[in-house]
Structure formats: C-alpha cells, structure tokens
C-alpha cells in the first residue's frame, strides 16, 4: 500500500535555528497538510497546500512557517527561527482529492527544540 | 464549545468486551466524518470513516447523527490489540481540512 514519508524521523534543534522537515506524499494525491501534535494533546492543522499554493493555515502557522514543493514528490516546511514551543511532532497528510476521502499521514517528524 | 468533543476515558475494559465511544461536533457545515487511530507516539491510522447510513467494518460500527451532530463508534469483542486512542475526526470545508478531537483512550485488559 503506498504510503507518505517523513524525514527525519527526529530532530534535535537549538531555539533560534531554522529547521526543514520533509515529506514525500502518495504520488498522485493533489493535496497536502501539516499538522502537529504537542506532547499530550490533541493533532492540530497548519497547513493545507493545493496546486502550488497554500490553501489554508491555522494561526499557529505564522509567519515563521513556510511549506515549499521544490519538484514533483517533496513537501517540505520550515520554521525559520524555532522557539521551545515548537517542540512537538509534526505529521504531514496528504489527499487525492476524491470526495469524502480520508487523508493518509506520514509517521512524523519528532521536533526538539533545546 | 470544542469543535469536536470526546470523552477522554481511559475506558478500561476485559478481552471480549463490547465498549462504544461517543464525540460531538460544532460545525453543522462538517462533511465528512472519520475515526482514527491513535498508538502512543505513532500518527494517525484511519480505522474507518462515518457515513450518514452507518456503516460496519469487521468488529467495528459507526453511526453518524447529523441533526444531533453525534458520532458513535461500536466495538465488539474487544482484542488486547485494540488498546489506543480512539480519534474523533470531522472534515471542514472544500480543502478537507481535518479536525480532531482529543481522543479517547481504550485499554483492552486480559
């Protein structure tokens, strides 16, 4: 069954350094998200990405928040300057479009930010 | 109120128990509806979506209640394997922007 990957699977991080966290989404599925979880509490929405372009963002992704398609099968988001809260996991989803689907997560990034 | 509300259990149940979890959502625009998954530390693992006819997977049966805005979640005989947290998902909008409940935490004991 195809699946979506992450990479790496854990980043340790110093506050203040950007960081970059990549996915590679089912290949023909159209649609892309970041979510995360902080330990202990529930998933939460970033970012959907249709087309070349974000189609939605939470107000946790600020402006210290990019996603990037950089060719056909990477999808990656930056945090530009980390904070200690950005410590979480972070899983990336993606959807092919098809009504009513679900959408297929990638096992995460684990994010630590000392 | 929350958007999508569980209750948090833990539910602690003996092998070969029938336990159900309930979730309520706010958002009557809400189109489609979804439980997960969830092992300690691990992503979200689609166990079966919600349609409004209810539908039956194996050991598993959901039921969606649009005018009470209520999603149920059946499981039969419960397995040692089936101890996680139980994801109540609901999709918002045309970009099927997941939200998720906190999630209820099933402990299936021998």
């Known amino acids: 069954e195809p699946e979506v990957t992450q990479t790496p699977s854990h980043q340790v991080t110093q506050m203040g350094q950007e960081v970059i966290l990549r996915c590679v989404p089912i290949s023909n599925h159209l649609y892309f998200y970041w979510y995360r979880q902080i330990l202990g509490q529930k998933v939460e929405f970033l970012v959907s990405?249709?087309?070349?372009?974000?189609?939605?963002k939470s107000e946790i992704f600020d402006d210290q928040f990019s996603v990037e398609r950089p060719d056909g099968s990477n999808f990656t988001l930056k945090i530009r300057s980390t904070k200690l809260e950005d410590s979480a996991m972070y899983f990336c989803?993606?959807?092919?479009?098809?009504?009513?689907?679900?959408?297929?997560f990638g096992d995460g990034t684990r994010l630590s930010i000392l | 109120r929350k958007e999508v509300e569980q209750d948090p259990g833990p539910f602690n149940v003996p092998e070969g128990a029938t336990v159900a979890f309930n979730c309520t959502y706010s958002?009557?625009?809400?189109?489609?509806f979804f439980w997960y998954r969830q092992d300690c530390r691990k992503e979200p693992k689609l166990l079966m979506s919600v349609y409004s006819s209810g539908n039956e997977d194996g050991r598993f049966t959901a039921q969606l209640n649009r005018a009470s805005q209520y999603i149920s979640l059946l499981i039969r005989d419960s397995k040692l394997s089936d101890s996680a947290t139980y994801l109540c998902v609901v999709n918002i909008g045309g970009g099927n922007k997941l939200v998720f409940g906190a999630g209820t935490i099933l402990r299936v004991k021998s």
């Open positions: 958002n009557s625009a809400s189109q489609s």
């Open positions: 989803a993606s959807w092919d479009g098809g009504s009513a689907g679900p959408q297929h």
């Open positions: 990405f249709y087309n070349n372009e974000i189609s939605e």
